[in-house]
T-cell receptor, first 108, second 114 residues
Framework: GQQVMQIPQYQHVQEGEDFTTYCNSS?????IQWYKQRPGGHPVFLIQ?????EVKKQKRLTFQFGEAKKNSSLHITATQTTDVGTYFC????????FGSGTKLNVKP | DGGITQSPKYLFRKEGQNVTLSCEQN?????MYWYRQDPGQGLRLIYY???????QKGDIAEGYSVSREKKESFPLTVTSAQKNPTAFYLC?????????????FGQGTRLTVV
């Protein structure tokens, strides 16, 4: 079946450092979405990437979709304590298969 | 206010009892989903429904059952056959068929079986 793998599982950074999480699919994706789940909360949609090689930015967050549409990354520049949470990618195989998530902890 | 509502937020049940988790949405979404999340884990798909009166098993459907009698509602029953039911359960909805669809999540129900 479809699988979406995400690494790393955990990342601890000092405030101000950069952070990247990677997402890989076993099959070609029609699109990929990214969600953020704050501690104790529910996942909230961040962005969707559709085109091969697409790059989108949201302030300090940069999202990339690979040329083969099988991988994606989320990069946060100069992390802040408000970035704390778990970041999930989701391949839309009509069922939203979620990656295992990367839990980000930011030390002030 | 449009949204997706799960109730209750916290639920305690004795081992061996069935329990039903509620999920209601007023977003007019056709598709609804149930996910299970264990501590430090990702989201695993239990069941999903893309249209009223139809639903399919996800990756971990054993020990769970659902119904989709109304577009707005997608209740999940955790049966006594589920060996390890204590978890955080998330319901979501979306509009399939549109390329820019996204999943909207409820606040979740934290189920503890004692």
């Amino acid at each position: 079946g479809q699988q979406v793998m995400q690494i790393p599982q955990y990342q601890h950074v000092q405030e101000g450092e950069d952070f990247t999480t990677y997402c890989n699919s076993s099959t070609t994706l029609s699109n990929i979405q990214w969600y953020k789940q704050r501690p104790g909360g529910h996942p909230v949609f961040l962005i969707q990437l559709v085109k091969s090689g697409e790059v989108k930015k949201q302030k300090r967050l940069t999202f990339q979709f690979g040329e083969a549409k099988k991988n994606s990354s989320l990069h946060i520049t100069a992390t802040q304590t408000t970035d704390v949470g778990t970041y999930f990618c989701a391949g839309n195989f009509n069922k939203f298969y979620f990656g295992s998530g990367t839990k980000l902890n930011v030390k002030p | 206010d449009g949204g997706i509502t799960q109730s209750p937020k916290y639920l305690f049940r004795k081992e061996g009892q069935n329990v039903t988790l509620s999920c209601e949405q007023n977003l007019n979404h056709d598709a609804m989903y149930w996910y299970r999340q264990d501590p430090g884990q990702g989201l695993r798909l239990i069941y999903y429904s893309q249209i009223v009166n139809d639903f399919q098993k996800g990756d971990i459907a054993e020990g769970y059952s659902v119904s989709r009698e109304k577009k707005e509602s997608f209740p999940l029953t955790v049966t006594s056959a589920q060996k390890n039911p204590t978890a955080f359960y998330l319901c979501a909805s979306s509009s399939p068929g549109r390329m820019n669809t996204e999943a909207f999540f409820g606040q979740g129900t934290r189920l503890t079986v004692v």
